[in-house]
């Protein structure tokens, strides 16, 4: 599997970043434009070719499906697409992953999805007035930050968009749920020296 920049042509530009192209392990989120359920595929380089890691897993989208990253806007119930690197995972548990920044969390955590707030979409480790607690809730057992509108963040474009264990049948608020063991299992193949990045892409079948 090559990922060459005639794949991701019908991507917004702004949506695609040079680091995709250097990155050895992606994972590949694809979804039907209007849809809120899709796939994740798990890739690789190992021996000098892209493998698939990990079965493909079934995910599931805000409710009201993909939009691209410059369009997302707080609360309008859509999930970003784009390529973001992995740089942050985050849990309950203590572990350890290759080379990339892992925070445990703790009872006082706090992300921030107010856009008055100095904080906004970021993480705050004590309480804040709006702020929601990451401990309070079992979607935030583990999960990966998906880098939408992070540096900078800018007030009203979106916040909280994550990858996250979610074990309902229906979609979310806005982020890419999944099986927690599936998680699991994927984060503990991550690589920091590989550059792991998630793509996040319409699919073009046809509906």
């Keep these: 599997m090559v990922f060459t920049t005639n794949e991701v042509r019908s991507e917004p530009q702004s949506s695609i970043h040079s680091g995709l192209f250097q990155s050895e392990q992606i994972l590949l989120i694809v979804?039907?434009?209007?849809?809120?359920?899709?796939e994740l595929h798990f890739?690789?380089?190992?021996?000098?070719?892209?493998?698939?890691?990990?079965?493909v897993v079934p995910v599931w989208f805000g409710r009201n499906g993909l939009i691209p990253e410059e369009q997302k806007r707080e609360g309008d119930g859509f999930t970003p697409y784009g390529s973001f690197p992995i740089r942050r995972i985050l849990g309950k548990d203590k572990r350890s992953?290759?080379?990339?920044?892992y925070t445990q969390i703790r009872k006082n955590d706090h992300w921030s999805d107010v856009t008055t707030?100095?904080?906004?979409?970021?993480?705050?480790?004590k309480k804040e007035k709006g702020a929601a607690?990451?401990?309070?809730?079992?979607?935030?057992?583990?999960?990966?930050?998906?880098?939408?509108?992070?540096?900078?963040?800018?007030?009203?474009?979106?916040?909280?968009?994550f990858i996250h264990p979610w074990e309902e049948t229906k979609p979310t608020s806005g982020c890419v749920g999944v099986k927690l063991?599936?998680?699991?299992e994927i984060i503990e193949q991550?690589?920091?020296?590989?550059?792991?990045?998630?793509?996040?892409?319409?699919?073009q079948k046809s509906r």
């Design 31 to 38: 979804g039907n434009p209007g849809e809120t359920q899709g």
């Design 43 to 55: 890739y690789g380089v190992e021996e000098g070719d892209w493998k698939l890691l990990y079965p």
């Design 97 to 101: 992953i290759r080379n990339l920044e």
């Design 117 to 125: 707030s100095k904080h906004y979409n970021q993480l705050i480790r």
């Design 133 to 161: 607690s990451l401990w309070n809730s079992s979607n935030y057992q583990l999960f990966i930050v998906i880098e939408h509108n992070t540096n900078p963040s800018i007030p009203g474009y979106g916040s909280m968009i």
């Design 181 to 184: 063991v599936d998680l699991q």
């Design 190 to 203: 991550f690589d920091g020296a590989k550059n792991p990045y998630i793509l996040i892409i319409p699919s």
